[in-house]
């Protein structure tokens, strides 16, 4: 605590030769600025442990106002920012985040809402490497007063993809930060509490400079990221602090002087027992105490001549290298040693190409709609390909993909297979391919369903640069190590090459290795993890919604759960593969589900399933009956028409094993002729529209059925992401001139930009930005707080701005929309693009309003999007996206004409249950609870009735003046 450093200045000689006593929070700090002081010249301010003192620039004497505890710094938000950076081979103890565990912590107090500022910072001096940083700051948009967390390592790799706290700091008040890393364990306090906890793979540090106020890199020279607010009594440890530690801190300060820490160990090294000849491991070990340390590494107790840094690498190790390693540390006041790591090197087992493999797609046959594996009956579903795309491949028979068609092989898994492969800690992946230099292209990946982050990928070149093979992984949090990483060999020239990665987890770990027609390649790989997929495609990527397609040729596609050696390698490059034993899997149903969420009375659906290939029989009830007959490889479908909402039970058998799934088909009534229904929300529970199991959610779980008066709608805040309804059999198909109708309600004012976009695509979008151009006849829905409302708008023509109405939406209003759109085909030599009108009207209104009439789409059919490909002819999805995280417009009533255009309304607006009221006495008081809407007061049942002030939610209790009045709720 400050005052106590004041106090304790003449004895300060003395109890700096002390020692911290251990329970002493002072245990392992390495740097403590109390930013009370600068000095007489205005240039420093210190650092009163280790003498780090940070370097003062745009600071003055005016800078220091009242703390949270003494004096603290102000900084301007654009010009005023302090920084260290430590000289080249000193052991300073800074930066902190090179420490294996480290822990640093602050008092803030600054504005909300600030955009992408950082409160402390470490980076790098260097004048041509901005890549590392390790930043605490602001919300990156400015939505918010979270605190933003974004890491990124030397090569470029996003660790920490701006994560956002749950809690605030940004308010205009003091609050606490404190940040702990466990080597990638990172966990964020926020006034004493445990706030937000997250993972990230680290990797050799590269930073050697500390600032607070800003970004600080090139020297100082490049500066970025200007804070607007309070810092005080920034404090860095070389090891992690207890929550009671944090709690201390918080409460009491540190009290100073600082006594001198011996050495103890932080985190031991982790030794491997799976390394082979020639493999390469980096044992790394942390240490907490007064700076400099000294470390020396020892083997069986004996010292490693010129080991002497936290590090030690091992390369091409030979089984003379196995033994016991420990790192002894020490400084004046000690010594501490690690606990020992087992080393333990091994030759490679012989070959065996059988053992172990997962899944072995052999691209021979087509068998319905699939491709077989033949081991454990992961067959793969065709899209867009056909039996005229099986052709002479390297062994056999293959597939042949063509990007122009967006043809792939896709599998969605189903909890508890043994795929995708990545789940695995120790796994292989084999292929050959043959495919010219193409640009960012995909010949095997895995993905999600849920989330467009995670992703495993193999494939061409990112940027089309050459032949090389392309690696790249993203975690669940959009974190990547190095991003993609090119290999030296050559494998996409025109001619048929083959591709194998390996993967293994070696001393907690993970490495991974290329090999290029048999070849170990040179490239570096940076595997990380988390990642939460569910999907494998072949030629292109599966997410919410597939991309990347690959043009050429794809043959004998295999994965194990093991790495495989090098001489397996060189075998799969020269000779096919054996045929592994068969794995039968436990009987399972993957889907069954009707086709649409909905469907008028008296209309069709399709029920779909997809089962288990050795199922012997398959039957449904409800009049449907056995449909084995209907059934190849698995997959089958039937079209049912129940007048009423009706539950389907899907029963299949194989010997005495019997499994059963239910699916409802839900029945919509009091539709006006001519209109199909896509969705009403109406059969959904509250919550991520994603669970429902037709929409997709792009970024997560963003896109919500929310409750509205009793009537359920769909809302989408996210920063950038959007919600996905594949329509089937409702698509707009070249030619035809349909109407898609919806409703909305603009909510609220954002204080931050919004612009929100539904309607129909072909478009595979990953995300809002896919939305914004290049998507088709859509409508966006605009609020800018610079000019408050809420505006509808559309784009005219490829290229095209956002032109929007004069007229805002009136806020709480129900608008019902038509798009008349004529998808103009593909080859049109006149005008190959899709025409469109807009209309809306009021709720209450006699007559719908004309917007925008006979504009062209977006949709360009001549300039194909380099991932997700060319124009495809048929406006195949509804979405609806977003880009603010705190408002949302609400969507509902989704309709489709069946053909040509219609002006009516399909059905009412749910107007929902009327809300209940109930008056009682509580403890002297008057209680009115009421089920939903707003709560009103009037002193004469005719009124004039007025809100409630104070009353945001059911129950609402005031005190009896013995005057009359009435309360009633509304919607």
């Known amino acids: 605590m400050k005052p106590i450093r004041l106090l304790c200045t003449f004895g300060s000689a003395v109890l700096l030769a002390a020692v911290t006593a251990l329970g002493d929070v002072r245990q392992g700090l390495v740097s403590y600025w109390p930013l009370d002081v600068i000095s007489e010249d205005w240039t420093t301010t210190p650092d009163v442990v280790s003498g780090n003192n940070f370097v003062l620039m745009g600071i003055d004497p005016s800078a220091l106002v009242d703390g949270k505890r003494g004096k603290a710094m102000q900084f301007d938000g654009s010009t005023q920012y302090a920084y260290y950076t430590a000289a080249p081979g000193a052991d300073t103890g800074l930066p902190i985040s090179r420490a294996a565990v480290w822990t640093v912590a602050c008092w803030v107090k600054g504005a909300p809402k600030q955009s992408d500022r950082r409160v402390f910072s470490e980076s790098n001096s260097g004048d041509f490497n901005n890549n590392p940083l390790v930043n605490i700051g602001t919300h990156n948009t400015g939505a918010d007063g979270t605190v933003d967390l974004y890491f990124r390592n030397s090569t470029g790799g996003v660790q920490i993809n701006h994560a956002h706290s749950p809690g605030t700091a940004y308010d205009n008040t003091w609050h606490h930060v ?16 445990v706030n937000m906890t997250t993972t990230y793979t680290r990797s050799a540090p590269a930073q050697d400079t500390t600032s607070i106020g800003a970004i600080v890199r090139g ?24 929550p009671e530690e944090i709690q201390e801190v918080m409460n009491n300060g540190i009290q100073t ?343 008028v009375q008296g209309d069709s659906v399709m029920l779909r399933w997809d089962v288990s290939k050795t199922a012997t029989e398959i039957l449904i009830d409800n009049g449907v009956g056995d449909v084995t007959a209907k059934t190849v490889g698995g997959v089958g479908s039937v079209s049912v028409s129940p007048a009423t909402t009706t539950k389907y039970t899907l029963t299949i058998k194989r010997g005495t094993d019997e499994l059963t799934a239910q699916a409802t088909v839900h029945v919509l009534s009091g539709v006006a002729a001519n209109w199909a229904v896509l969705d009403t929300f109406d059969e959904y529970p509250l919550g991520p529209i994603a669970d429902t199991g037709w929409w997709s959610d792009l970024r997560g779980q963003f896109a919500r059925v929310e409750d509205f008066n009793g009537n359920r709608m769909l809302s989408m805040m996210s920063t950038d992401s959007a919600a996905v309804l594949p329509i089937g059999p409702l698509k707009i198909t070249e030619g035809q001139e349909r109407t898609l109708f919806f409703r909305m309600i603009a909510r609220g004012d954002p204080t931050a930009a919004l612009r929100q976009v539904v309607g129909l695509t072909d478009k595979n979008i990953r995300w809002h930005g896919d939305t914004t151009g290049n998507v088709g006849p859509v409508l966006n829905l605009s609020y800018d707080p610079a000019n408050p409302g809420w505006f509808v708008g559309v784009i005219n023509g490829v290229g095209g701005v956002l032109e929007n109405a004069p007229d805002a939406l009136e806020k709480d209003a129900v608008y019902s929309v038509w798009i008349n759109i004529k998808n103009v085909p593909m080859n049109d030599p006149a005008s190959p693009y899709d025409t469109f009108s807009v209309y809306i009207q009021k709720r209450g209104e006699a007559q719908r309003k004309e917007l925008f009439v006979d504009y062209s789409s977006d949709r360009d059919p001549f300039n194909p999007d380099p991932v997700l490909g060319m124009m495809m002819p048929n406006l195949d999805k509804l979405f609806v996206a977003g880009n603010n995280t705190t408002h949302s417009a609400l969507f509902d009533d989704f309709f489709v004409s069946k053909s040509g255009f219609n002006a009516t309304e399909p059905i009412p607006f749910s107007e929902g249950t009327p809300p209940t009221l109930s008056v009682g006495l509580v403890a002297g008081q008057v209680e009115v609870s009421w089920s939903g809407g707003s709560l009103e007061s009037a002193t004469s049942i005719n009124g004039p009735w007025e809100k409630v002030t104070g009353a945001t939610s059911s129950p609402y209790r005031v005190t009896p003046t013995g005057a009359q009045m009435y309360f009633r709720a509304v919607r």
């Not at 404190?178 to 509490?193: F, H, N, P, R, S």
């Open 257 to 599: 002087p600082v006594p001198s820490s011996p050495p103890s160990i932080t985190m031991n090294p982790a030794g491997a027992t799976n390394l082979y000849i020639g493999d390469s491991i980096t044992l790394l070990a942390g240490a907490s105490g007064t700076h400099p340390l000294n470390y020396q590494w020892l083997k069986n107790d004996t010292p490693i001549p010129d080991a002497v840094s936290p590090t030690l690498v091992l390369t091409n190790l030979q089984p003379a290298d196995s033994g016991q390693y420990a790192l002894r540390v020490s400084n004046a006041s000690g010594t501490a040693t690690s606990a020992p790591a087992t080393i333990t090197v091994s030759d490679w087992a012989a070959p065996n190409l059988t053992n172990r493999v997962v899944a072995y797609w052999p691209l021979d046959e087509i068998q319905g709609s699939k491709t077989p594996d033949i081991v454990s009956g992961y067959d793969m579903d065709l899209v867009n390909l056909t039996a005229a795309d099986l052709v002479a491949g390297k062994w056999g028979k293959c597939f042949t993909f063509d990007l122009a068609r967006q043809t792939m092989l896709t599998r969605v898994h189903s909890a508890g297979e043994a795929l995708p492969i990545y789940q695995h800690p120790n796994f292989s992946v084999s292929l050959w391919v043959k495919g010219d230099i193409q640009t960012d292209k995909r010949v095997f990946s895995e993905g999600s369903t849920k989330s467009t982050q995670p992703l495993f990928c193999i494939g061409t070149h990112n940027t089309g640069a050459d032949g090389t093979v392309d690696s790249y992984i993203r975690t669940d949090g959009g974190a990547t190590s190095g991003d993609h990483r090119h290999s030296t060999g050559i494998a996409f020239d025109g001619t048929w090459h083959h591709i194998l990665y390996t993967q293994r987890e070696v001393a907690g770990a993970m490495t991974a290795r290329f090999y290029i027609d048999g070849v170990e390649d040179d490239v570096v790989l940076g595997p990380v993890r988390p990642l939460s997929m569910n999907t494998t495609a072949i030629g292109g990527i599966l997410r919410a919604t597939p991309a990347a397609w690959f043009t050429g040729q794809i043959d004998d596609v295999i994965v194990w759960d093991r790495a495989l050696s090098p001489a397996e390698a060189q075998l799969l490059a020269t000779a096919p593969m054996p045929t592994p034993p068969p794995n039968l899997q436990p009987l399972k149903i993957n889907l069954f589900k009707a086709e649409l969420p909905q469907i």
């Open 178 to 193: 404190a940040l702990v890393d466990e080597y990638g364990k990172v966990t964020l306090y926020i006034d004493g509490q």
């Open 219 to 242: 020297g100082g020279g490049s500066i970025s990221a200007y804070f607007n607010g309070a810092i005080d009594e920034v404090a860095a440890w070389d090891r992690a602090l207890t």
